[in-house]
């Protein structure tokens, strides 16, 4: 499986809203002692994920949010591995800060990385896992999503991310439609 974390790369964007699928990868990756190697050919950070003798990869695209799907698709043509190989994790405004929901497939809603995946896979149909960043308060969208978390945000998000590693554990063990009844709406 390919388990893509949606950000964008450097310092200004660490702990960003819009960084929370990168925040995912790291958290997965710090809980299974998993390093990530740049692997320019692929635009990508890449870590290894051994699971029962199969090896899954964790994918931070470097080509910024907006064209995130150009990655991916090198790594899925590269691999020879097809949309249901395919695991997405971001941010979702219209989820209340840090709850999960989890899909087989659907549109972008406004998503700009996720457009450009749809764009580049031509097609809606990849797995998902969306963590809530809903706003408290009337800020400009691209402000909010580039800004960091409050200390009281970052609470909420800490616990979010702590569930990540049983997660991924969990697809990758029984599968997508598992952790849909297991985790949608925590």
Do not use: C, W
């Not at 199969?54 to 931070?60: E, F, I, P, S, T």
């Amino acid at each position: 499986m390919i388990i893509v974390g949606l950000g964008n790369i450097g310092k200004e964007y660490e702990k960003t809203h819009h960084n929370l699928g990168f925040m995912a990868l790291d958290t997965i990756a710090k809980s299974n002692k998993i390093e990530f190697l740049l692997e320019k050919k692929f635009q990508a950070y890449i870590g290894e994920y051994q699971k029962d003798g199969v090896k899954h990869l964790l994918v931070k695209p470097t080509t910024y949010m907006n064209n995130s799907g150009i990655a991916i698709k090198a790594i899925l043509d590269y691999y020879k591995k097809d949309l249901s190989d395919l695991f997405v994790i971001y941010d979702e405004l219209a989820l209340p800060l840090g709850s999960i929901r989890i899909r087989k497939s659907g549109s972008a809603a406004g998503h700009n990385g996720v457009k450009s995946i749809i764009k580049e896979l031509q097609s809606e149909n990849f797995a998902r896992l969306r963590i809530g960043i809903a706003k408290e308060k009337e800020i400009d969208t691209i402000t909010y999503v580039l800004s960091k978390f409050s200390k009281k945000e970052q609470a909420t998000i800490s616990l979010t991310l702590d569930k990540m590693p049983g997660i991924i554990d969990d697809l990758l063990t029984y599968g997508i439609d598992y952790i849909m009844n297991h985790y949608n709406g925590e």
